[in-house]
Every structure is written in structure tokens, then in C-alpha cells.
């Protein structure tokens, strides 16, 4: 019986799987959901994995509160506010106000043992030692292609710099802003190597998260990030792969159609998620890049909110097809409380009837 870990890595190769591997998130699971599709775990081949990379978890720690807010200090080195409960939070003040901060700065080290005791989909998840951590891995990896993560430079740098005051560095200071990206970038890549060795991932490899841009285009000009960013990418990658990994990938939301001739030459293998609502159509990213690993391409904001079942059959078709020599891996980026469950059985069930390939 071919196991996810085979069918991933089959797929990734350019070599036609069995059946076409599937990447699902889902911000919560129902009982309904539960009933009607089995365990969750059965409706993904890829399992992320990832370790705490914030440079400063030794600063974490409440405030107080104040209003019904709690104000925190976090491991960026921000001082948030959020309502109690809350994902997002307000940024009151973050760790460089200014250019002297940078230097200033002595970022946790990235061998501490503490951030790898970590897991899979919740980041507030730990696990309380090294023995039961080892377990969990090991029980994934043999269900499902476990993949390492790290963050990229831009989207962690504006956790220390602030989101709009990196924007402007970037426009006004670009060495500024580059250095910024480039003790990022060093930290990322020590925290991604050791990852590897620890979790032996290197028959896989890690993902780089970096959301960088919406719907119409990049944060940032395509020459901005080849002058910023595009050579931290190249040191990452070339450091992943130095270190054993297979495969690099990048996750990014938006539009990064004009950032992509880079990103693949700086030796990145597969983006994630394509989405469509974006423009990153599947069958245009497909013939400009023959070789690239496609990840996602299921709407989740159209199709599988509201489209009818001819509709989601169909998208969910040209995917499948598209993978059948490989180079493809179904998903529908994650899967909000928006999709009804209707829709997506109608998405799984055709997974499951026009998906297999022998």
C-alpha cells in the first residue's frame, strides 16, 4: 500500500502517484464535519511541522490588561494588545523603533531546546519533553509527508520593525530595511538547519512561509526584492539544501507572479497555495514553469464557498489532471468556517472518484 510520505514525494519527483496527494488545513473541525468525513487526519497527505522561531522567546510574557484588552509582551519583541481570545493582535510598540535598535538587538539562541518541542498546525501546542515530541513526530511521519518550516524575511521582519514602518524602510532606507532582513534571514536559516537535524527531515525538506502580497501584486516592487530579499532567499535555500533538504518550498498568499522567475532561480522547488482569487492560476503558473511543484489551487473564497457542485467539480478537476504525471499537489489553502460542508464533500468525494491514477 503506497503511504502519503511515498505519494508526495512521487509527485514532487514529476513521477505519477497513485493518486493525487492532497494539502488541507482547516481552521476548525465539527463534530459535523467529524460524522460525515472520519477523522481530519485522513483528508491530508502533508503535514507541516514547525519549531518556535521567534528570536526572543525569553521575553514572552503578560502585562496586564487594560480596558478588557491584554496587553503582552510577545517573542517578537512587541508589546501587543488583543482581546482576550483573539488571533490578531495590535502591534503598541515593536522591537526596532529605530536603525541603533537593530544593533542592539541579541536574538535567543537558535539551539535551545525549547524550540523544538513544538508541533504540527498549533503553535500554542508543545509538547512537555523530548520523548513524547519524538513519538508524535514519529506517529505522523507514518501517516502522512512531514514537511519543517520557517518563517522568510519579509513577513518576520515586520514583526520586529512594525508592518508599515518596514513598508517605508523598504522605499526610503532600503540598506536599512536589508539589514533588517538580512539578521532575519540568519536567524531563520539556523533555526531551518537545526529543525532538519533534529526532526530528520531531510528526505523532505521545509517550507518557507512568507506572505508577501495581495491580491493585485507583491508588497513591494519586483526590483525591491531583488535587491532586498532575493539574496537572503538565495542564502536560505542553498542552507536548507546544504543541510540535507530535498525540497524547498514557499508559501506566499497573493499574487506573486512577478516575483516568481526569481524565486525559482534562487532554487526554490514548489509554491503553495495558488490562489486563484489572486490571479496565481494553476494551468499559467504550469506552462511557465514546467518543473515547479504546485501546491493548492482549490478556491476557497469562490468556488468552495458558493460555487454550485458542477463548478467545484470542475476546478477540482482541471487540478487532478493537471497532477497526473506529477508536480502536483491538491488543496484548497485552508478551509474556513465560510465552506459549507456540502461543498466540500462535493470537493472530497471528487477527489476521491477522479483522483486515482492506476
Known sequence: MTTSHDRVLTACAFRQPDRIPRFENFWQYPDTWQARLGDREGLTDVVIWYPDETPFPSRARPLGEEKGYVIEADAWGRITRRCPGAFFVETLQAA???????????????????????GKMDPSVTHPNEAVMRQ??????????????????????????????????????????????????????????????????????????????????????????????????????????????????????????????????????????????????????????????????MCNTKTLVSGTPDEIEAEARQIIELGRDGGVVIGSHSVSPEIPLENFVIYHETCEKYGSFV
Open 136 to 297: 508524535a513526530l514519529a506517529d505522523d511521519k507514518a501517516r502522512h509527508c512531514v514537511f519543517g518550516k520557517t518563517g522568510g524575511p519579509y513577513l518576520r521582519s515586520t514583526y520586529l520593525r512594525g508592518e508599515m514602518e518596514f513598508l517605508m524602510d523598504i522605499v526610503a532606507d532600503p540598506p536599512f530595511a536589508r539589514a533588517i532582513a538580512e539578521r532575519v534571514g540568519d536567524h531563520l536559516i539556523a533555526v531551518g538547519v537545526e529543525q532538519l537535524r533534529r526532526w530528520g527531515l531531510h528526505d523532505t525538506g521545509l517550507w518557507i512561509y512568507d506572505d508577501m502580497a495581495y491580491n493585485r501584486g507583491p508588497m513591494f516592487s519586483p526590483r525591491q526584492f531583488e535587491q532586498i530579499f532575493l539574496p537572503i532567499y538565495r542564502r536560505m535555500v542553498a542552507a536548507y539544501k546544504e543541510a540535507g533538504a530535498k525540497y524547498v518550498f514557499l508559501h506566499s498568499d497573493g499574487d506573486i507572479r512577478s516575483l516568481l522567475e526569481m524565486l525559482v532561480a534562487a532554487g526554490i522547488d514548489g509554491i503553495n497555495p495558488l490562489e486563484r482569487r489572486a490571479h496565481m492560476d494553476v494551468l499559467e503558473v504550469r506552462k511557465r514553469f514546467p518543473r515547479l511543484i504546485l501546491t493548492g489551487g
Open 96 to 118: 526596532i523603533s529605530q536603525p541603533a535598535d537593530l544593533d542592539r538587538l541579541e536574538f535567543d539562541s537558535p539551539h535551545l531546546d525549547s524550540r523544538y518541542l513544538t
